[in-house]
């Protein structure tokens, strides 16, 4: 089957090629019977396909299905060795290394992955102490409060049947209760809706790696 040709629409936008094969032009094999002497193509919309750059390198966002198919195809390679060349807008962004394939949420056509390519991974020397990193964390504190007591408490509305689970809970009696310190890293006490980590994944989301992880 005969690639499709660029539309202008294509022409408009930055196109986007791994080792000379542009995305636009990638034909997804679907839903093909095993018996069947055909094959049933579709290309995706050259805008389903996205490109950020970054600091750290690359990041490529398209349907699964395509980034399937440039598997299959042998244009994407599983070993982390093998680098392949990135051109934007007919720009070259040199040679590139897959780091991780990561799925997201939502659309109809198949769900979008990211793909972030960079500089080939520095090979570890040597191999670190297991859980090396639980040793500097501090315990967060336990606050005491009044005792709670499960008699008193809210189990449905007055008339309602207690559940089984609940009756060992109440017969135990009142017991010490206690509060955890509430740590958010990095929010802004002067800014009630700061919470970084709700950012951060948005900007993961939107495959902006090196500020989320910022």
């Known amino acids: 089957m005969p690639k499709p040709k ?8 930055r196109r986007i090629a791994i080792d000379g094969h542009f995305l636009d032009e990638i034909q997804t094999r679907l839903q093909t019977p095993a018996s069947s002497k055909s094959l049933t193509y579709t290309a995706a919309p050259v805008e389903r396909h996205q490109v950020i750059e970054d600091e750290e390198g690359v990041t490529l966002k398209l349907p699964a299905l395509t980034a399937l198919q440039l598997y299959h195809d042998g244009v994407l390679s599983a070993d ?19 780091h991780w394939m990561r799925g997201l949420p939502g659309d109809e056509f198949g769900n979008p ?3 972030p390519f960079g500089p080939q991974p520095a090979k570890q020397e040597r191999v670190p102490e297991p859980n090396a990193w639980l040793k500097a964390l501090v315990p967060l504190k336990l606050y005491r409060q009044e005792d709670w007591d499960p008699a008193e408490a809210y189990w449905g509305e007055p008339g309602e049947r207690i559940e089984a689970w609940a009756k060992p809970i109440i017969k135990r009696g009142p017991r010490p209760m206690y509060q955890m310190e509430q740590i958010l ?5 002067e800014d009630f809706d700061s919470d970084p980590i709700l950012e951060a994944n948005e900007l993961r989301d939107r495959g902006q790696i090196a500020r989320a992880k910022k």
């Open 185 to 189: 890293p990095g929010a802004d006490p």
């Open 80 to 98: 982390a060795q093998k680098s392949v060349e990135i051109t934007v807008a007919s720009r070259p962004l040199g040679a590139n290394f897959i």
């Open 6 to 13: 660029p539309t202008d629409h294509t022409r408009s936008v």
């Open 113 to 115: 992955v990211l793909l």
